[in-house]
């Protein structure tokens, strides 16, 4: 039994794997079931015991890129100290993402989704899986006395808006360390508000 489970969950991976690809390439729309099925070199049928549809597979992929980028937060974070330290490694890390270029497929998928609520469900649990990163980092700069104490829902809301929202708004406009420097004038400017004199 465990052989044909872990046999079924390398098929649904290895799809996933050559699906991503293409939505790189390709974007969203343009990418079909069909050449999913061939560069996979899956049947559609083990295709479609996997994924209900290309929404569903979509989805799949954008979870395990979150999980990958919250796994690779977690050995960024481990060396180092202090809530600041963190907070500005954390925008650095978002600002380096801004290079993946499943990004674009996500954001033209994120459009094409016109009120199907399960899906748009999911779009918000995932866009929503980095908050509590936020969170703890900082009620950790709180705690220590980096940080003034604000309402922690609040301030978790100011800094994931900022962080995320410059990220949208600089998307087209700027391109690798350019967009690095965004980040860290970003976080300079948010704790001259925020960190204890």
């Given at each position: ?70 796994g ?5 974070e ?62 950790e700069?709180i705690?220590?006395?980096?940080f ?50």
């Amino acid at each position: 039994m465990t052989k044909y489970t872990d046999h079924g969950e390398q098929t649904k991976r290895n799809i996933a794997s050559k699906a991503k690809k293409l939505f790189e390439l390709k974007g969203y729309s343009a990418t079909t079931m069909d050449e999913i099925r061939l560069l996979s070199g899956s049947s559609k049928g083990s295709i479609y015991h996997h994924f209900k549809n290309k929404e569903s597979l979509f989805l799949y992929i954008l979870e395990l890129s979150m999980l990958e980028w919250t796994g690779k937060w977690q050995e960024i974070e481990k060396p180092l100290s202090t809530a600041r330290e963190k907070l500005y490694r954390l925008a650095e890390h978002y600002a380096q993402d801004f290079r993946n270029p499943l990004l674009r497929a996500a954001e033209e998928f994120s459009g094409s989704q016109n009120g199907d609520r399960e899906i748009l469900d999911k779009l918000q649990t995932l866009t929503s899986m980095h908050y509590p990163i936020f969170e703890r980092l900082l009620e950790e700069g709180i705690r220590s006395g980096e940080f003034r104490p604000i309402p922690l829902e609040d301030l978790t809301l100011i800094v994931h808006g900022l962080v995320v929202g410059l990220g949208i708004s600089s998307y087209d406009t700027y391109k690798g360390e350019r967009i690095v420097g965004l980040y860290r004038t970003a976080i300079d400017l948010l704790l001259q508000g925020i960190a204890m004199q």
